[in-house]
C-alpha cells in the first residue's frame, strides 16, 4: 500500500518536505485572493524583509515639496533647497496560521485525492480574508484620524434616494473621482473596491463595462468585475459598513510574508499536519488619495 501513494496528486509531506517551497507556493495562492490587500490596491513598496511579527518597515515620507522657480541665465539657480525628510513606521502587527491534517494515505488514497493542495489552498483563501478585514480596519481608522499632515480619508455619505440620481452608484463614483482629481493624485493606479451590493447596482447601469464585456470572463484574480472611467472595479464582502473605496495604489501600504512552514505528526493522530504563520501589516500613508462611501443612515 505504500508504494502506491500518489505524490503528484497529494503533494510530499513526509518525508521530504520542504518548507521554502510550500511557503512560496502558498504565497502564490494567497496572493490570487486578496483584495483589498492585493498589489492592484495596496501598494507593496516598502515590504522589504520581513521576518516575524513585530518587524517595522521604515517608510522615508517626504513632507516638503521642492519650490519651482524660474531659470535664470545670468545668476543660474540660486541655493538648494533642503528637502525636509521624515520616517513613517510600518509595523507588523498581525500574525494568522493555518493548521490542518490528514489522516494516513493508505486509508484513504481510494477516496481522496489532492487533499493536502486543497487544504493549502483553502489556507490561502482564509489567510486573505483575514489579511483583507484587517486592511479595511486600518482604512475605517484613517477615516477618523488625520496623519501628521493634517490630511484625512475622505468620506462620501451616499442617499440613494437623492433628487436628481446623485446618490446612485455610478454618480458616487464621479464625485469620488473628483475628489481625487482636486487632490492631485495621478489617474494611472486608480481602482474601486465595492461591496456586493453596490456590484447588483451597476449591473443595472448601461455606463459600467462588466468584465465579460471586454472579454475577460464574468469574475478575474483578485475580484476584479469591471471597469469604470478608466478605473478597474474589484468586489469584496469585507467591507464592514461602507458601500466602496476608491483610490489610488499610493494610499494604503501592506507588506506581508509567509513566515514558517512545517509539517509533523500530531501525537493522538495517525496523520500527517501541516502549520503555517502568515505576518502582515498595513497603513495608509497617502489619506488624500482615498475615498470611502457609506450609505445614509
Given at each position: 500500500?505504500?508504494?502506491?501513494?500518489?505524490?503528484?496528486?497529494?503533494?510530499?509531506?513526509?518525508?521530504?518536505?520542504?518548507?521554502?517551497?510550500?511557503?512560496?507556493?502558498?504565497?502564490?495562492?494567497?496572493?490570487?485572493?486578496?483584495?483589498?490587500?492585493?498589489?492592484?490596491?495596496?501598494?507593496?513598496?516598502?515590504?522589504?524583509?520581513?521576518?516575524?511579527?513585530?518587524?517595522?518597515?521604515?517608510?522615508?515620507?517626504?513632507?516638503?515639496?521642492?519650490?519651482?522657480?524660474?531659470?535664470h541665465l545670468q545668476t543660474g539657480?540660486?541655493?538648494p533647497q533642503e528637502l525636509t525628510?521624515?520616517?513613517?513606521?510600518?509595523?507588523?502587527?498581525?500574525?494568522?496560521?493555518?493548521?490542518?491534517?490528514?489522516?494516513?494515505?493508505?486509508?484513504?488514497?481510494?477516496?481522496?485525492?489532492?487533499?493536502?493542495?486543497?487544504?493549502?489552498?483553502?489556507?490561502?483563501?482564509?489567510?486573505?480574508?483575514?489579511?483583507?478585514?484587517?486592511v479595511s480596519g486600518v482604512i475605517?481608522?484613517?477615516?477618523?484620524?488625520?496623519?501628521?499632515?493634517?490630511?484625512?480619508?475622505?468620506?462620501?455619505?451616499?442617499?440613494?434616494?437623492?433628487?436628481?440620481?446623485?446618490?446612485?452608484?455610478?454618480?458616487?463614483?464621479?464625485?469620488?473621482?473628483?475628489?481625487?482629481?482636486?487632490?492631485?493624485?495621478?489617474?494611472?493606479?486608480?481602482?474601486?473596491?465595492?461591496?456586493?451590493?453596490?456590484?447588483?447596482?451597476?449591473?443595472?447601469?448601461?455606463?459600467?463595462?462588466?468584465?465579460?464585456?471586454?472579454?475577460?470572463?464574468?469574475?478575474?484574480?483578485?475580484?476584479?468585475?469591471?471597469?469604470?472611467?478608466?478605473?478597474?472595479?474589484?468586489?469584496?464582502?469585507?467591507?464592514?459598513?461602507?458601500?466602496?473605496?476608491?483610490?489610488?495604489?499610493?494610499?494604503?501600504?501592506?507588506?506581508?510574508?509567509?513566515?514558517?512552514?512545517?509539517?509533523?505528526?500530531?501525537?493522538?493522530?495517525?496523520?500527517?499536519?501541516?502549520?503555517?504563520?502568515?505576518?502582515?501589516?498595513?497603513?495608509?500613508?497617502?489619506?488624500?488619495?482615498?475615498?470611502?462611501?457609506?450609505?445614509?443612515?
Amino acid at each position: 500500500m505504500a508504494n502506491a501513494f500518489n505524490a503528484t496528486a497529494h503533494g510530499v509531506v513526509n518525508p521530504g518536505f520542504v518548507p521554502e517551497i510550500y511557503s512560496a507556493k502558498l504565497q502564490i495562492k494567497l496572493e490570487g485572493s486578496l483584495v483589498l490587500a492585493s498589489a492592484l490596491v495596496a501598494n507593496r513598496d516598502f515590504e522589504g524583509d520581513i521576518r516575524d511579527a513585530g518587524d517595522t518597515v521604515k517608510i522615508p515620507m517626504e513632507i516638503l515639496d521642492p519650490t519651482i522657480t524660474p531659470y535664470h541665465l545670468q545668476t543660474g539657480l540660486g541655493t538648494p533647497q533642503e528637502l525636509t525628510l521624515k520616517d513613517t513606521d510600518l509595523k507588523i502587527t498581525e500574525a494568522d496560521s493555518f493548521n490542518f491534517r490528514v489522516e494516513d494515505i493508505a486509508q484513504v488514497q481510494n477516496k481522496v485525492k489532492g487533499l493536502v493542495a486543497k487544504g493549502q489552498e483553502r489556507a490561502a483563501r482564509k489567510l486573505a480574508e483575514a489579511a483583507d478585514v484587517f486592511v479595511s480596519g486600518v482604512i475605517t481608522t484613517a477615516v477618523a484620524t488625520a496623519d501628521s499632515r493634517g490630511k484625512k480619508v475622505t468620506q462620501i455619505v451616499r442617499d440613494p434616494a437623492a433628487v436628481g440620481g446623485a446618490g446612485k452608484a455610478y454618480e458616487t463614483i464621479v464625485a469620488a473621482n473628483l475628489v481625487l482629481d482636486t487632490n492631485d493624485v495621478p489617474s494611472q493606479g486608480r481602482y474601486i473596491v465595492v461591496s456586493p451590493k453596490i456590484y447588483s447596482e451597476l449591473l443595472l447601469d448601461e455606463r459600467f463595462i462588466s468584465a465579460d464585456k471586454y472579454g475577460a470572463g464574468s469574475v478575474i484574480t483578485n475580484g476584479e468585475v469591471g471597469r469604470i472611467l478608466g478605473m478597474t472595479v474589484y468586489m469584496t464582502t469585507v467591507m464592514y459598513t461602507r458601500e466602496m473605496v476608491i483610490g489610488h495604489q499610493m494610499a494604503v501600504t501592506f507588506a506581508n510574508q509567509i513566515v514558517k512552514t512545517e509539517s509533523y505528526r500530531p501525537e493522538k493522530y495517525f496523520s500527517d499536519a501541516v502549520k503555517g504563520l502568515h505576518v502582515y501589516g498595513a497603513r495608509v500613508i497617502r489619506p488624500e488619495a482615498l475615498v470611502t462611501v457609506i450609505p445614509k443612515p
